[in-house]
């Protein structure tokens, strides 16, 4: 249930410390970017303007020594989403101060699972990401302060068990 009228652009526009992000699924693609994942599955070039607007506010959040990083859940081998999503948006992101963790499932159990994609803000503010079956966005819920404890527990258990995605994918991405 809602208990708050922000939403969650409401809650990055005002977050003052940090923004942390859990991504779970292996496919994103019918949920934006949609062009671009095309072309880099027909093998184009990543366009040097590609995700210009979200490193352009990455920018402005971490020049004021905001913090913004995420942690996704994944299993080898990559999806052909997943070889995008790391390839072409992780790391262009990086250049807009984003930071990334990979939590990698391959050989050992999720510690998380069950868990759905969400936004938490200054240890103070969920946002619960909904997809349908297919990995379309469907919306957010920001969740009332009685959940905050529940999602800075995740939080906590997605960091301890993730690696900086720059060592992970210098052995398992390009």
Do not use: C
């Not at 957010?140 to 060592?167: K, M, Q, Y």
Request: proline share 5%.
């Amino acid at each position: 249930m809602t208990t708050s009228s922000k939403t969650l652009g409401d809650l990055f526009d005002s977050f003052k410390r940090e923004a942390f992000r859990l991504e779970t699924l292996d496919d994103y693609s019918r949920s934006g970017n949609v062009d671009a994942y095309h072309a880099f599955l027909a093998g184009e070039p990543q366009p040097d303007d590609y995700n210009a607007g979200w490193v352009e506010e990455l920018r402005s959040h971490t020049g004021q020594g905001k913090r913004i990083h995420r942690v996704h859940i994944l299993s080898r081998p990559l999806t052909e989403y997943l070889r995008f999503e790391l390839g072409w948006g992780y790391r262009k992101n990086m250049t807009g101060g984003e930071e990334f963790f990979i939590l990698d499932t391959t050989d050992k159990p999720n510690p998380l699972e069950n868990v759905p994609d969400f936004w938490f803000f200054d240890f103070e503010s969920v946002a619960v990401m909904n997809y349908d079956e297919a990995g379309k966005y469907l919306g957010s819920e920001v969740l009332g302060p009685e959940r905050t404890a529940e999602f800075a527990r995740f939080r906590t258990t997605a960091l301890a068990h993730a690696e900086p995605f720059t060592e992970w994918w210098a052995k398992y991405g390009a």
